[in-house]
């Protein structure tokens, strides 16, 4: 942009709402213009020139999508919702199998995974209680959240969220010489990955690309548990009511949505059933 020009900040806000369907409130104004600006400036662009190249480089959108969104998350972060799941995944480790075909693995569905923390936060949590048989997928519209969510790499201060009884599912890693000498060069402060959740549970865990925005679906299974928490907000409210019918569809009959707590609130879906918990905001679905 030219010295002295004003940042089209509405016009990068309605193309940000139009491809994903955020809504950035005010005070995030400048995380926005810093973000095109960063995208703009790392591939010697102006910002006008970002925004001719930007809707026919699909590259390019998704740098610029990464750098949009922000990616807030952490391990455990609503233990409650966390601790029902993993009672859902005991009951039905408990009901009899058919002799007609095996048991099928208990599916959970975590949208707006950013990096990770809630699928590996849920996956130790049915692990500690020697649960196995599940798969987890996580979505997310970031491909950045999601590249290091698959590494399931993650640094030393994120280590004290984890319980206790799930310390015994991370492992940890050794910095090469390598990434210690480039971090040093860079003159970046920022803490480098230093453990691993395992391989077991690693294997038992899905990311996939997926833009909740859209009417396509990641998956063709349905969920026996759909989590989405702390992403509705910022969605309009329209929006929101046609996300969570989306995953009410995806819901199988008797499994769960949960949200974040004030989510949804005014949501009156006819085929689920409010549950009736002081700590947990979901639903359950009772019909097709």
Same mark, same amino acid.
């Given at each position: 942009m030219d010295r002295g020009s004003v940042f089209p900040v509405e016009q990068w806000q309605h193309y940000i709402e139009k491809e994903i369907g955020f809504i950035l409130p005010?005070?995030?104004?400048?995380w926005?213009?810093?973000?095109?600006?960063h995208t703009a400036c790392a591939n010697d662009l102006?910002?006008?020139?970002?925004?001719?190249?930007?809707p026919n480089d699909p590259e390019l959108h998704q740098q610029l999508i990464d750098s949009v969104l922000i990616p807030e998350s952490r391990f455990f972060r609503h233990l409650p919702s966390i601790q029902f799941i993993t009672k859902a995944a005991e009951f039905a480790a408990k009901l009899p199998a058919t002799a007609a075909q095996a048991t099928p693995p208990f599916r959970i569905?975590?949208?707006g995974c950013s990096a990770g923390q809630e699928v590996w936060s849920l996956a130790m949590s049915l692990a500690a209680k020697q649960l196995y048989h599940y798969r987890i997928l996580g979505t997310d519209v970031s491909q950045t959240a999601l590249a290091q969510a698959r590494e399931a790499k993650y640094e030393g201060?994120?280590?004290?969220?984890?319980?206790?009884? &799930?310390?015994?599912?991370?492992?940890? *890693?050794? $910095?090469?010489?390598?990434?210690?000498?480039? /971090?040093a060069m860079k003159g970046t402060a920022k803490e480098l990955p230093c453990w691993q959740v395992n391989r077991i549970l690693r294997e038992r865990v899905d990311f996939v690309w997926h833009n909740i925005f859209t009417k396509e679906m990641p998956t063709t299974h349905l969920q026996q548990v759909i989590i989405c928490q702390n992403m509705l907000i910022y969605f309009r409210q329209f929006d929101q009511r046609d996300i969570l019918n989306?995953?009410?569809?995806? &819901?199988?009959?008797?499994?769960?949505? *949960?949200? $974040?707590?004030?989510?949804?609130?005014?949501? /009156?879906?006819?085929?689920?059933?409010?549950?009736?918990?002081v700590q947990v905001n979901g639903w359950q679905k009772v019909s097709p």
């Open positions: 005010h005070e995030q104004q400048q926005l213009i810093n973000a095109v600006s102006s910002v006008e020139a970002l925004w001719q190249q930007v569905w975590s949208v201060r994120q280590q004290h969220l984890i319980p206790h009884d &799930c310390q015994q599912f991370i492992n940890p *890693i050794q $910095a090469s010489y390598q990434d210690q000498n480039n /971090r989306r995953l009410a569809a995806q &819901c199988a009959v008797g499994g769960y949505l *949960i949200l $974040a707590p004030g989510e949804g609130l005014g949501w /009156r879906p006819q085929n689920m059933r409010r549950l009736k918990h």
